[in-house]
C-alpha cells in the first residue's frame, strides 16, 4: 500500500461533494469535495505499490481536455484499472454537476 | 405477455445490485435518509492501514436516519464489497452505537425502530478481537432495542450473513431473505478447514446452497420471510412486519421446541436439507 | 495436552459449585449449577467436553447445537424461577470453549440460531436484573465465546497461557486472510487486536480483571479462596450498576469505539 499526492491547476471551487465507487476488488471509491481557488488536489491511497506515473497519467490525460473546478479528491483504490479510474472520476464530476 | 406483467418487470428494481448506502436509501420513506458519520467524515480504521490495507471512508458500514411508514428509523447498511462486508472496530461501533441510542430513544418515549441490511462474513480478522467485542454489543443492543420495537434484518446477498453477525440476525424479531442470500454460523472454507473436506466440500456450490441458502432457510422456518430481488416489494413486507408488531415469542427464544426437535434427529447420518425441513415441520411456538 | 485444557472449565465447576446438586434436564454437556457466593444465590454454567455427544462435532467441549439452546433454556428457566423476585441470582459463565462445533449437521440445523438462543438468554438476564460474570479459565473462542460469556457485565481471566480469546483459530485465520501462519504471527505481535495473548487482550479493555491462581488445571484452597473472593467483588462492582455493557469502552487501544459513538450521539 502507498500514498500518494497530486495537484493539478482549477477554477473556482466546487459547488457540494460526491462519493462514488467501493474499495472492493479491481475498484476504487473516490470522494469529491470543494477545494482552494485554483487547485485541484489529489491524495490516492493504493494496494498497489510503485504505480505513482500510472495516476500520473490517467490524470493528466483527463484534466488536460477539461477545465476543473477547485477540488479535494481522496481516492482508496484496491487494483483498479486505468479505465475503471477514469470511470469513477467521471461519475464523480457528474454527480458534482447535479449537485 | 399481458401488459400488467410488462409493466411489472419494467417497474422492478433489483436490490441486491444496489450499493449499501442505495439500499438504506431505497428502503426509508423518500427523501428522509440522513446519514449519520458519513464518509466524508473519513472516520476509518485505525487498523487495516498499518498491516497494509486500503481503508474505506465509511469502514464499510452506513447507517442513516429517517422515516419508514411515517415512523421514526434508524437504518444499517454493510457493504458486503468491502472486506467481505466484515466488521471491524469502526463498522461495529457504528452498528452497536446507533442501535443503543435507538434503544434509548425509545426509553425517552421515541418509538425508534430498526432495520439491519447485512451483507456479511462477520468478524474482520485483521482486526479480530476488536470485531468480536463489538459483535457482542451488537448483540446485547439488539436485544435491548427488541423489548420496544421490532428489529428487523434483511439478507439480500450476494455476501449473505455469517459469523457472530448470523447470530445477531438470529436475534432480530424477523428475519428476511431473498433467493441470493445465505445464511450459517461458519463459513464453507473455515468449516472445510476445521473438519475436512468430506464433511463440507467448500467448492461444491450446489451442496453449500442447499443447505444455507435463503430458499432452504425459509422452507425449514429459520426466517420469517422470502422475498424478491425487488426494492417496493421488500419496503412493503418491511412496512407490513413492522405494523404487525414484536412477535409473540422470539425465534431466539424458543429452546423447548428446537431442543425437542432435535431429539427426534437421527444423527448417525449426514444432515441434508430434505431431512432439516422434516425436521422443523410444524406449528411453532 | 488438549484434553488437560478441556477439562479446565469442569474443574473450576466442580471447585465453585462444591456438593451442590446439578440442575437437571440439560445435555450432558452443559455442567449448571446453584449455589451460593458471598451470601447471594449464584448459578454456574459451563461447557464441557462429552464423548457421547449425539453430534459428533460437539464432543470436546465445542458449543454446537445442543449446547446452545440448553444454555438458553438453563439462564431462561433462572429468570423464570425469579421473575417475582427482588433478588436475581446471579450467573457466573465458566468459559472453557475452544470453539463453536463446525460441521455440516451443525449448519444444516441452524447452529446460528442456537448460539443466538444463548446469547438471547443471557442478555435478557442482565436487563431483567441478574448480574452476569465471564470467568475465563481456558479458550474464549469466536461464536462459542459470544454464546458463552461474552454477554457479561464483568470478564475475569485467569494468568495462563491456555486462556485465550480470539475470533478463530491461527491456522485458519491464515488461510482466509491468505497469509502464511509466520506473516500471521508477526502481525499479531504489533497489532493488538489480532494477537492471541492475554496481555493484549487486556490493552483492549474489555477485562474486568486478571487473576494468577496456582493450579489453573486443578484448582488448589487457595486459588478457589481468591477466584471466589474475586468473583464477589465483581457481583459487588455490578450490584446497582448498569445493565449494559459499557463498563468496556475506554481503553486507548480501543478509543475509536468510544469516538464513534460519541459521533453518533452528537449527529443523532
Known sequence: METLSFEFPAGQPAQGRALVGCVGSGDLEVLLEPGSVGSLTIQVVTSVN????????????????????????????????????????????????HA | MHDANIQRLLAQ??????????????????????????????????????????????????????????????????????????????????????????????RNGTPTRAVLLLETGGVRLQEANLGLAAIAEIQAAIVELRQYQPVIALIAGPVGCFGGMSIAAGLCSYLLVTREARLGLNGPQVIEQEAGVDEYDSRDRPFIWSLTGGEQRYASGLVDAYVADDVEPIRQQLIALFRQGKPALQRSRQHAWFLERLQGVDTSIQADAAAVRRAYQGEQP | ?????????????????????????????????????????????????????????????????????????????????????????????????????????????????????????????RLAGHALVGLLVGKAMSGAFLAHGYQAQRLIALRD??????????????????????????????????????????????????????????????????????????????????????????????????????????QW
Open chain 3, 1 to 125: 495436552m488438549s484434553s488437560t485444557i478441556e477439562q479446565r472449565g469442569r474443574s473450576w465447576f466442580h471447585a465453585l459449585v462444591g456438593a451442590a446438586a446439578p440442575v437437571a434436564g440439560l445435555p450432558a454437556s452443559l455442567l449448571v449449577a446453584d449455589a451460593e457466593l458471598a451470601g447471594q444465590p449464584v448459578r454456574y454454567l459451563a461447557v464441557v467436553a462429552d464423548a457421547g455427544n449425539s453430534f459428533p462435532r460437539a464432543r470436546n467441549g465445542e458449543v454446537g447445537l445442543l449446547e446452545g439452546w440448553g444454555l438458553a433454556k438453563a439462564v431462561d428457566e433462572a429468570i423464570q424461577a425469579d421473575a417475582g423476585s427482588p433478588h436475581k441470582r446471579a450467573l457466573i459463565a465458566i468459559v472453557d470453549v475452544p470453539s463453536q462445533a463446525y460441521g455440516r449437521r451443525e449448519e444444516a440445523y441452524g447452529i446460528h440460531q442456537a448460539l443466538a438462543g444463548a446469547v438471547d438468554s443471557y442478555a435478557r438476564a
Open chain 2, 13 to 106: 428494481r433489483s436490490f441486491t445490485e444496489l450499493g449499501a448506502r442505495q439500499r438504506a436509501r431505497a428502503l426509508l420513506d423518500a427523501d428522509s435518509f440522513r446519514e449519520l458519520i458519513d464518509p466524508f467524515a473519513r472516520v476509518m480504521s485505525p487498523w487495516l492501514a498499518r498491516q497494509g490495507i486500503v481503508p474505506q471512508a465509511d469502514d464499510g458500514v452506513v447507517v442513516g436516519k429517517g422515516l419508514l411508514d411515517g415512523q421514526p428509523a434508524l437504518i444499517v447498511a454493510i457493504e458486503g464489497t468491502f472486506q467481505g462486508g466484515s466488521l471491524g472496530e469502526v463498522g461495529g461501533a457504528k452498528i452497536a452505537g446507533a442501535l443503543e441510542l435507538a434503544a434509548e430513544d425509545n
Open chain 3, 161 to 266: 497461557p491456555g486462556v485465550m480469546v480470539h475470533a478463530m483459530g491461527k491456522a485458519a485465520a491464515a488461510r482466509i486472510t491468505l497469509r502464511s501462519l509466520e506473516e500471521l504471527e508477526a502481525l499479531a505481535a504489533c497489532v493488538p487486536p489480532m494477537a492471541y495473548d492475554l496481555d493484549s487482550y487486556a490493552s483492549l479493555g474489555l477485562l474486568w480483571e486478571t487473576l494468577a491462581v496456582a493450579e489453573i488445571a486443578q484448582p488448589t484452597a487457595e486459588d478457589i479462596a481468591r477466584v471466589q473472593d474475586c468473583l464477589g467483588q465483581a457481583l459487588a462492582d455490578i450490584a446497582g450498576g448498569a445493565k449494559d455493557l459499557r463498563g468496556r469502552l475506554g481503553a486507548a487501544n480501543r478509543a475509536a469505539s468510544s469516538r464513534v459513538r460519541e459521533l453518533l450521539r452528537a
Open chain 1, 50 to 97: 510503485g504505480s505513482a506515473a500510472r495516476w500520473q497519467q490517467v490524470f493528466e490525460r483527463m484534466f488536460r481536455a477539461q477545465s476543473l473546478p477547485a477540488l479535494n479528491i481522496s481516492i482508496h483504490d484496491f487494483g483498479a484499472t486505468p479505465g475503471v479510474v477514469r470511470l469513477r472520476l467521471e461519475q464523480g464530476l457528474e454527480e458534482l454537476s
